[in-house]
Structures are given as C-alpha cells and as structure tokens.
C-alpha cells in the first residue's frame, strides 16, 4: 500500500495574492501534509502560511525519530517560536496530517481547514472548524458553510500566542481524504467540489475567496507515494526524504 496526492489551488478575488498553501513531506512509505489558510487580513499572512508549512515539513524529512500526535505537536510549537518574532499580528488556519499505509491518520487542525472523506461525488466532512457558528455545539457543514459568524475563527495559528490545536484519528480506507481550505468546503457545492478535484478550475466570482484541497487516496502499489496535479504551483512545497 502507498499513497498518491494531488494539489488544486486556485487564487480567489479577495486579496492580491493566493494564501492558500500546502506542504508534503515524504519519508519512506510515511506521510506528513499540511493544509494552511492564512487571513485575509494582515499582508504578511500567506507569507506566515507558507513559513508553517515548510517548517513543518522539512522537520519532519530531517527527523528520524518516531512521528507521534506529541512529537506532531511540540514542533508546531518550535514554528511559532521560530515565526512569532517576525510575523505580528497575522494567523492562519491549518490541518496537519500524519499518514502510514496501515494506521489511521493522525490529524492536528486549529481553525477552519477541514478533512472530509470523498465517496461517489459527495464529500463527508470528518471535523468542526473552529468558529463562533459552532463554538458552543456542533453544526452540520452545509449549514454552517452559510453562517456568516463562521467567519470568526476561536483557535488558529496566531503569531501572538500559541494556540493548542484539536487531536483526531481518522481510519484509512479505499475512499480519498481530502484536506481542504474554507474557500472550498463553504463556497463550492458538491458538483464543483467534484470537478475542482478532478482538475477543473471554476469561474471566478465578484467576491471569492481561495479555494484549495489536497486529496490523498490509498492506492495498492508497491511503488512509492506520488505527487501529482499542481506540483508546480508555488503555493506547494514538496520534499523527499
């Protein structure tokens, strides 16, 4: 059993720049991908986006050590440390995954980067965001997606203090994961979703956010884990051990 990953990210109409951004790491048959969604308000939060992610990633290329919830964890605190003196006042929302073959995923996600399950052209999301919508109890995320106080997000990676993310394990199966930005989940119905995964970029909107997901499906192989659709974009960092 292996993996094959494919990135779709597209640029939406409410900033100058796509804030969207994702990193792959690759170590033997093991897997970490981060999904990160910097706000829309501050300048530098795509650019706090994009340190996260290749932070994450090229500790855990480097790291020969076990890859745990806690070793998961501790690093993003050693990013915010490392981060917080040159980014102020911005956050962004993200899901950290951590895959083997053979194990259920372990997820970290702080904010309203969401992990669904793909199966016949509709997705089933597999978490809550963290929002005033569904601060006090769970929301389903159709109705949610219309809620205009999901906007206002209770956790996040937030360069001023370090906000503890929540902890999932989700069990691998035939159907593809997809780890996905609010641009996505909220603003695109289900046949859009669909076509935007298989490639299709969508007409844009007066006001569109960034839309972006990574969808990451068990395959039998006795190759190795691939990259494909976007591995172009300069909102992907991918590496290899």
């Not at 308000?41 to 992610?53: D, H, L, M, V, W």
């Amino acid at each position: 059993m292996t993996f094959e990953i494919e990135w779709h990210s597209q640029q939406g109409t409410r900033t100058a720049n796509n804030r969207d951004h994702a990193g792959i790491g690759v170590r033997g048959d093991k897997l970490l991908a981060i999904v990160l969604d910097g706000s829309t308000r501050g300048p530098t939060s795509g650019q706090f986006a994009e340190k996260i992610a290749r932070q994450m990633v090229n500790w855990f290329v480097a790291s020969v050590d076990e890859t745990t919830a806690e070793t998961m964890a501790e690093q993003l605190r050693v990013a915010h440390a490392a981060l917080a003196k040159d980014f102020q006042s911005v956050s962004a929302s993200y899901a950290l995954l951590y895959s083997e073959a053979t194990r259920p995923v372990v997820v970290l996600h702080a904010g309203d980067c969401l992990v669904g399950r793909a199966d016949n052209g509709q997705t089933t999301w597999l978490l809550q965001p963290h929002t005033l919508a569904n601060a006090l109890a769970s929301v389903p995320i159709d109705i949610l997606a219309r809620e205009p106080s999901r906007h206002v997000l209770t956790r996040s990676f937030r360069s001023k203090h370090f906000m503890a993310p929540d902890l999932s394990f989700i069990e691998l199966d035939d159907r593809p994961l997809l780890v996905a930005t609010d641009g996505f989940w909220a603003d695109i119905d289900a046949d859009g979703q669909t076509a935007f995964v298989n490639g299709d970029r969508l007409p844009d909107g007066d006001e569109q956010d960034d839309r972006s997901v990574l969808s990451i499906s068990r395959i039998k192989s006795d190759g190795g884990i691939t990259v494909a659709g976007d591995q172009a974009a300069p909102n992907l960092y991918v590496r290899i051990a």
